[in-house]
């Protein structure tokens, strides 16, 4: 099973919010899914709905907001473990002398909606930290005193 850290840690944020032990689990090709019934998901959740979420618009509640502002780190670091990545990028310049590589990390977010991209690049300035939208899907983080950042607080999918 892929991810055993990150599936620990959402299972038990789940039990924290919604006050209750009965979390399921069920092995699905290519990724866990984790459930637990509530009827007040919803208030919890209002940007769940029915849909494609690229489709419909997503945004955080004014309640949400605060939360945000005080947790930044935490919304990016959530992001980036469901959306994201960090890998090693590997340029090949040319040069007058020949050929010169350059390998350096990056964290990079993928996601199709707009207003989720909006809600991430916004984290990411409050945090002061450098990005550039590398695709219309596509937000990479590659200065490397912004990716010693996000090192401090995102860690490694495990």
Known sequence: MKYPDIIDEIATH???VRGAEKVGFTLNPGCVEISAF???WPCLFPQH???RKH???IE???W???IVAVHPKALVRGLIHSDGNRHFNEVTRKLPSGPKRYRYSRYMFTNASTDILGIFTEALDTL???WTQTTPRTISVARRPDVAFLDTFVGPKS
């Open 14 to 16: 789940i039990v924290i």
């Open 38 to 40: 509530s009827k007040h």
């Open 64 to 66: 949400q907001r605060p």
């Open 128 to 130: 002061g930290v450098h």
């Open 49 to 51: 709905g029915p849909g």
């Open 60 to 62: 955080l509640a004014p």
């Open 55 to 57: 489709a419909r618009r």
